[in-house]
């Protein structure tokens, strides 16, 4: 009876450090949800910021294709004439 007393009493400590163990696990998760979150708020903000920085490029790029075109056309037209 002591013996089978003793290993019962093993177990229950076992039990009680393995739900200890589940707690913090269960936190950690909880602690990975919210930076997971946060990560995907700041990834689209980035997003964002990325795809208006490509859009105001482009937009510098086809003003400057414009300016040299008239130019261009300015000079062909100062020459012919």
């Known amino acids: 009876v002591e013996e089978v007393k003793g290993i019962m009493m093993d177990n ?12 913090d ?3 950690q998760a909880e602690d990975l949800l919210e930076k997971g979150k ?4 700041k990834t689209h ?3 964002q910021q990325k795809f208006l920085e490509n859009k105001r490029m ?7 294709g414009v300016g ?6 300015g000079i062909i ?3 012919s004439a």
């Not at 229950?12 to 707690?23: H, P, Q, V, Y």
């Not at 946060?38 to 708020?41: H, I, M, N, P, W």
């Open 12 to 23: 229950l400590n076992k039990a009680e450090e393995r739900s200890g163990k589940l707690n």
């Open 25 to 27: 696990l269960e936190q």
């Open 38 to 41: 946060v990560f995907e708020k």
């Open 45 to 47: 903000k980035v997003k």
């Open 58 to 64: 482009k937009i510098v790029v086809a003003a400057v």
């Open 68 to 73: 040299i075109g008239l130019i261009i056309v």
């Open 77 to 79: 037209i100062y020459f």
